[in-house]
């Protein structure tokens, strides 16, 4: 079954086409890698997928209907989470605060009742602390709940913003270059974890990757984007080896 399917997106910035005609589809279940050079427009078709960018046109389908245009937090709730190209923590909270804060939209409590402090607001947000312990725990992050973020390194700060994401629940996750950034060490850890917590949260992945040992240890299944353009998809083992692609990708860093 598929899960997210893009319909002949394009997305147009004044005269800039950044994305064109493009359209794919994500099996429930998969690790699927969206990869091609710098500006080729992977974090703009994120963009699209997430709504934070309205496509010029095209359709964007998630379990079938049409979420085309709809507002961040509307997507967010339907079962989708993300992480940006840069890592967004509150650098100044501890790691269960920055969880906790992925997790704010699923309190059911009316904004009265927190003003008003009446007892259920504090069930309700020591239940959410707790949920948010048990997440951190199920990422193996347990140990480091009352750290600071940014007394983390590096690429435990992806591990907690990717905890976050999963705190509003998803069932499609979207990376955006998890690994930049991290030193070999780090990368393997994280193409791991990735797949562990796909399996754990019965996930579907989508990520986008720069570094090509990354996607091919990782990913069942590669789009490739040039220009705005899918180039190339399919297994990773083959699409390395198609010829457009080694000029656009490949070329860039075996020249
Ligand atoms: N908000 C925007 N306004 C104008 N141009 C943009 C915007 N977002 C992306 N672009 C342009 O679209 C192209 C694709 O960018 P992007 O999707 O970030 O590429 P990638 O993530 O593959 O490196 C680039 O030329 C970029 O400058
Ligand atoms: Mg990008």
Redesign the pocket.
């Given at each position: 079954m598929s899960i997210l399917k893009c319909d002949n997106l394009i997305m147009q910035?004044g005269g800039?086409t950044?994305v064109n005609h493009f359209s794919f589809e994500i099996k429930a279940g998969a690790i699927k890698g969206l990869i091609?050079p710098?500006?080729?427009?992977?974090?703009?078709?994120f963009n699209m997928i997430t709504g934070n960018y309205k496509p010029t046109s095209g359709r964007v389908l998630f379990f079938n209907e049409e979420i085309t245009g709809l507002k961040p937090h509307k997507i967010v709730s339907r079962g989708m989470a993300r992480t940006f190209q840069n890592i967004r923590l509150f650098t100044n909270l501890s790691v269960l605060e920055n969880v906790m804060v992925g997790f704010h939209h699923k309190i059911k409590y009316k904004l009265y009742e927190t003003v008003l402090r009446l007892p259920r607001f504090g069930a309700e947000e020591e239940k959410m602390r707790q949920m948010c312990i048990s997440l951190l725990d199920r990422v193996g992050l347990k140990d480091k709940i009352n750290l600071k973020a940014n007394e983390l390194p590096y690429g435990e700060q992806r591990k907690v913003e990717i905890a976050r994401a999963l705190a509003t629940g998803p069932k499609l996750l979207l990376l955006d270059e998890p690994a930049a950034g991290m030193n070999p060490q780090e990368t393997t850890d994280l193409m791991y974890f990735i797949s562990e917590i796909r399996d754990k949260f019965d996930l579907t992945v989508l990520l986008?990757e720069h570094d090509m040992k990354f996607v091919m240890g990782l990913c069942e299944n590669v789009t490739v984007?040039d220009h705005?353009e899918k180039i190339a998809e399919g297994k990773p083992a083959d699409v390395q080896k198609d010829k457009r692609v080694i000029t656009a990708y490949l070329g860039e860093s075996y020249a």
């Open positions: 910035f800039l950044a091609g710098n500006g080729a427009g992977k974090t703009t078709v986008i984007l705005g």
